[in-house]
């Protein structure tokens, strides 16, 4: 099975870094993927690790070490926009299906 | 762009009624998802297909049933709903890949039962 650990809640002000960190232990691990969702809208992916190290996206970069079973998301810049819950999800080895974390809720202030 | 579309944003239901959940993507997905996520809880999967007629269980699947007659639909089951299924459902699609899984997922449907 799967099981992925993240902070239940993170608060940051504008113009700050927030990282959100993810611990999973699986029995297989294709990659890690993060996603956002705002308050009573749909998930929305934002980015997909499969090998160690940093993927960047604009404001918003991932990060992944397979040996530690550990991976982050960070937001620089805050915007009050992005205030939201953030999923992590691991990918199943056999089928297309994603196993997500409870997410983080961020809450970002002026 | 990818569109997702779920028959309801919200609905009440009594106990004991059949209830069907409907999704519709038009990207031409094979693998669908339905997800019903709870306060604390995350997404927890519930069923998924990756192809028409096609259906397995997903984390939670007890008291729910699903069907994928065409490759666009895929409906969602509560064959005699109950208070505990109060929640929100999340409908989702992909196309399968060997790397990167990305699920693009419907507004969802607030589902309140009595």
């Given at each position: 099975g799967?099981?992925?650990?993240q902070?239940s809640?993170?608060t940051a002000v ?14 297989g691990?294709?990659?890690l993927?993060?996603y956002?969702?705002h ?13 160690d190290?940093?993927e960047?996206t604009g ?15 960070l ?21 297309s299906?994603?196993t ?11 | ?15 004991g ?13 094979e ?30 699947p ?8 065409k490759k666009?639909?895929f ?6 709903a109950?208070t ?5 459902y ?25």
């Amino acid at each position: 099975g799967q099981s992925l650990e993240q902070p239940s809640e993170v608060t940051a002000v504008e113009g700050a870094i927030v990282q959100i960190n993810c611990t999973y232990q699986t029995s297989g691990f294709y990659g890690l993927s993060w996603y956002q969702q705002h308050d009573g809208g749909a998930p929305t992916f934002l980015s997909y690790n499969a090998l160690d190290g940093l993927e960047e996206t604009g404001r918003f970069s991932s990060f992944l070490s397979r040996s530690d079973s550990y991976g982050y998301l960070l937001l620089q810049e805050l915007q009050m926009k992005d205030s939201a819950s953030y999923f992590c999800a691991v990918r199943d080895e056999g089928y297309s299906t994603l196993t997500f974390g409870k997410g983080t809720m961020l809450l970002v202030s002026p | 762009d990818v569109k997702v579309t779920q028959s309801s944003r919200y609905l009440v239901k009594r106990t004991g009624e059949k209830v069907f959940l409907e999704c519709v993507q038009d990207m031409d997905h094979e693998n669908m998802f339905w997800y019903r996520q709870d306060p604390g809880l995350g997404l927890r999967l519930i069923y998924f297909s990756y192809d028409v007629k096609m259906k397995e269980k997903g984390d939670i699947p007890e008291g729910y049933s699903v069907s994928r007659e065409k490759k666009e639909r895929f409906s969602l089951i509560l064959e005699s709903a109950s208070t505990n299924q109060t929640s929100m459902y999340l409908c989702a699609s992909s196309r399968p890949s060997s790397g990167r899984e990305t699920q693009y997922f419907g507004p969802g449907t607030r589902l309140l039962v009595l």
